[in-house]
């Protein structure tokens, strides 16, 4: 098994930044995707950013604003948001894979951007 729990969401104006984390803890062989999924009220969740082997991937809508990135060491994954907007206003729930088949998630932290 593995917990995630998230920390770093808040209220915040447009235009300013947060910075979310993840710390995994439990069994981490065998996990090789970490990333970030957002909900937005009355939406589907979705795929915010992750990290696979050291590579990265990002939805279209924060390219350039968002940065992800993974502690090994300390089994944490962060997501760096610059440049927020209220459409990133949002749950984030941090995502683990196992061997690519076995999700694991978090609790969610709330996001929201004020106009």
């Known amino acids: 098994q593995v917990q995630l729990v998230e920390s770093g969401g808040g209220l915040v104006q447009a235009g300013g930044s947060l910075k979310l984390s993840c710390a995994a803890s439990g069994n981490m062989f065998g996990i090789t995707t970490m990333g970030w999924y957002r909900q937005a009220p009355g939406k589907q969740r979705e795929l915010v950013a992750v990290?696979?082997?050291?590579?990265?991937n990002y939805a279209d809508s924060v390219k350039g604003r968002f940065t992800i990135s993974r502690d090994n060491a300390r089994n944490t994954v962060n997501l760096q948001m610059n440049s927020l907007k209220p459409d990133d206003t949002a749950v984030y729930y941090c995502?683990?894979?196992?061997?690519?088949?076995?999700?694991?998630w978090g609790k969610g932290t709330l996001v929201t951007v004020s106009s």
């Open positions: 995502n683990a894979k196992k061997w690519s088949t076995v999700d694991y």
């Open positions: 990290i696979i082997s050291g590579n990265t």
